[in-house]
Antibody, heavy 119, light 109 residues
Framework: EVQLVESGGDLVQPGGSLRLSCAVS????????MHWVRQPPGKGLVWVSR????????TYADSVKGRFTISRDNAKNTLYLQMNTLGAEDTAVYYC????????????WGQGTLVTVSS | SYVLTQPPSVSVAPGQTARITCGGN??????VHWYRQKPGQAPVLVVY???DRPSGIPERFSGSNSGNTATLTISRVEAGDEADYYC????????????FGGGTKLTVL
């Protein structure tokens, strides 16, 4: 069974940092692109970042570029999102999702982890 | 960047057909995917590549895509179909590969 489980969400002060993790099982992690997508409270889905199968190619939404870093450890079947200089606008549920390379399809998603940025 | 436009809400009686649109410039040239999200849950893929269904998704869910509009059609709507629905495309030529529509709240009357 395919599973993606996010963790690391927390209440953090403005300007702070946080690292999210997404532990996967039930599929060959190293053959899938991976994404982070966020959803502010009461709002829609917003794409955040993508990483290719070996971590050699990453891309970010303009709103997080320079502050967030996506990475992966294929040996540990885990995806990460390092978030720095957090602001209130980063408050959201963060989902990880997998994509079979070059399909554009997010066929499995995790249950999400909540990040709240507030003083 | 590419923009997808969805109606904020659609209402339909049980047993009727719901149609949720997703507008975008020449969207017919792209592959469109649809996700269902129930409150407090993760998105679930219900239609991919315009009109294909993942395993486990009922045949009541179908899709089409032409010109500037893609459409998700849910036939014989049930109370359990009430959810938010999002369209998404892969903008392969740009640095922002996944683009989502704003979402449509489907209400079953």
């Amino acid at each position: 069974e395919v599973q993606l489980v996010e963790s690391g969400g927390d209440l953090v002060q403005p300007g702070g940092s946080l690292r999210l993790s997404c532990a996967v099982s039930g599929f060959t992690f190293s053959t899938y692109w991976m994404h982070w997508v966020r959803q502010p409270p009461g709002k829609g889905l917003v794409w955040v970042s993508r990483i290719n199968i070996d971590g050699g190619s990453t891309t970010y939404a303009d709103s997080v570029k320079g502050r967030f870093t996506i990475s992966r450890d294929n040996a540990k079947n885990t995806l990460y999102l390092q978030m720095n200089t957090l602001g209130a606008e980063d408050t959201a549920v963060y989902y990880c999702a997998r994509e079979a390379a070059y399909t554009g399809i997010g066929d499995y998603w995790g249950q999400g982890t909540l990040v709240t940025v507030s003083s | 960047s590419y923009v997808l436009t969805q109606p904020p809400s659609v209402s339909v009686a049980p047993g009727q057909t719901a149609r949720i649109t997703c507008g975008g410039n020449n969207i017919g040239s792209k592959s469109v995917h649809w996700y269902r999200q129930k409150p407090g849950q993760a998105p679930v893929l219900v239609v991919y590549d315009d009109s294909d269904r993942p395993s486990g998704i009922p045949e009541r869910f179908s899709g089409s895509n032409s010109g500037n509009t893609a459409t998700l059609t849910i036939s014989r709507v049930e109370a359990g179909d009430e959810a938010d629905y999002y369209c998404q495309v892969w903008d392969s030529g740009r640095d922002h590969p996944w683009v989502f529509g704003g979402g449509t709240k489907l209400t079953v009357l």
